[in-house]
């Protein structure tokens, strides 16, 4: 898998959980998987790919935002 497969992989992990979480349904096995990440070297090496410009402009990349996982975790946890 490459890097821009890795992120937009683990973005669509993210906006199924958002979508559970919205709709009222249970997200814990993406939320599991996406704290791993987040908690993961590839992640940090994404997000200093991403800082450095090295990926597509085009690329959906919320997952690599310092708080969009931490708030969605935080979220989940005062809701579930």
């Known amino acids: ?9 683990y973005e669509s992990i993210l906006d199924s959980a958002e979508q ?8 814990s096995a993406e939320l599991r998987e996406l ?5 993961s070297p590839l992640w940090k090496e994404d997000y200093a790919a991403d800082e450095a410009g090295l990926l597509p ?18 979220g989940a946890e005062l809701h579930g």
């Open 1 to 9: 898998m490459t890097q821009e497969e890795r992120i937009a992989y």
């Open 20 to 27: 559970k979480i919205a709709g009222g349904q249970d997200a």
């Open 35 to 39: 704290e791993a990440y987040y908690t």
């Open 57 to 74: 402009k085009d690329l959906k990349r919320g997952v690599l935002s310092q708080d969009g996982i931490d708030y969605l975790l935080e």
